[in-house]
């Protein structure tokens, strides 16, 4: 395991070193201390999501995101004291403090049990027709096509492997045949597959409606075919389940750039000139958690997008919520697309 005092920080560091810092040692957490190793707070990834929604900037200090009140334990409380509070509070790490207040150690849940594995089933939309990378897709269907020497769709299997998960449906229509040829039951990848035939085209959601027969009883992750990403998908289960939600829509902070002198004015007169400014969006990023309670809003052999589902759960007052990816995060939509992934694949960042 990565030496845990990696992740001890100071308190005059920025969001975005703190986030380096995280994602380096992999331990999913930062614990800030002072001068003599006293915990002043810690920083988890949903501390950062929280923060990135708030509109945080990554160069703000990092105590402007940090849990003043973290769940510690102390050096003389037992094994099964200290097992027993991360499982009440859901935690992966707990800062274990001495009488002064100092950080001596951290325990980690890996410390007291195997690695999970998770029922959770993952469906995968790869029946789309992938017009936009054509002539690649011509006789190819798009999660098929190789990055390095694995298909899309193998190495986003493979990620889900990586957290746990076994459970796949693919959803398959444009050369449905090559994509199960290449799979089969997935007993090559140690994993159950099943395939989701679409007669005819159904949209990002449409093809769920076929799961209702499934009588699935967790809630499953919904995950375009052409989509890589180093999000960690066990925490972005925890993230829907802690928020109690029947949608959770994972989304990418998007910056755009008016490539023009912007001007407010009120009726004649001009108030002001702001040349060039940046707006920021949060944009779909094609990753979704559902509760099964969302598949009777779905229509049968109906095209029905993803957005539609989201506003029909908005309009019922469904509890929805929203998951911001800061990690790696590619849609392989466009040739572009597919050439930035395969230099990304080549410099090994995937």
Known sequence: ?????RVMVSSELTVLQVIERIDSTGLQIAIVVDSSSQLLGTITDGDIRRGILK??????????????????ARIGDSRKSIFNKMKKKRLKQIPIL?????????????????????????????????????????????????LGDKP???????????????????????????IEDYFGDGSKWGVEIEYIHETQRLGTAGALSYLKEKHLTESFFVMNGDLLTKVNFEQLLEYHIQNESIGTMCVREHEYQI??????VNEHKLLSIEEKPKQRF???????????????????????????????????????????????WIDIGKMDDFRKANVDVEAGII
């Open 1 to 5: 395991m990565t030496d845990w005092k």
């Open 55 to 72: 509109g945080i900037s990554l160069q703000n200090p990092v105590t402007d995101i940090m849990n003043r009140n973290p769940v510690t």
């Open 98 to 146: 001495n009488e002064h207040n100092q950080v001596i150690r951290m325990d980690h849940l890996d410390q007291f049990y195997e690695k999970r594995i998770y029922t959770n089933p993952v469906v995968l939309m790869a029946g789309g027709l992938g017009t936009r990378l054509r002539p690649l897709t011509d006789n190819c269907p798009k999660p098929l096509l190789r």
């Open 152 to 178: 899309i769709l193998e190495m986003i299997i493979e990620n889900f492997i990586e957290f746990g998960f076994y459970k796949f449906f693919i959803s398959v229509n444009y050369h449905a045949e090559m």
């Open 259 to 264: 490539p023009y002198g912007v001007v407010t």
């Open 282 to 328: 949060f944009i779909n990023g094609g990753l979704y958690v559902l509760h099964p309670n969302v598949l009777e809003y779905i229509p049968k052999d109906k095209y029905y997008d993803m957005p539609e589902l989201f506003n029909e759960l908005i309009i019922r007052k469904e509890e929805t919520s929203v998951f911001p990816i800061r990690e790696y």
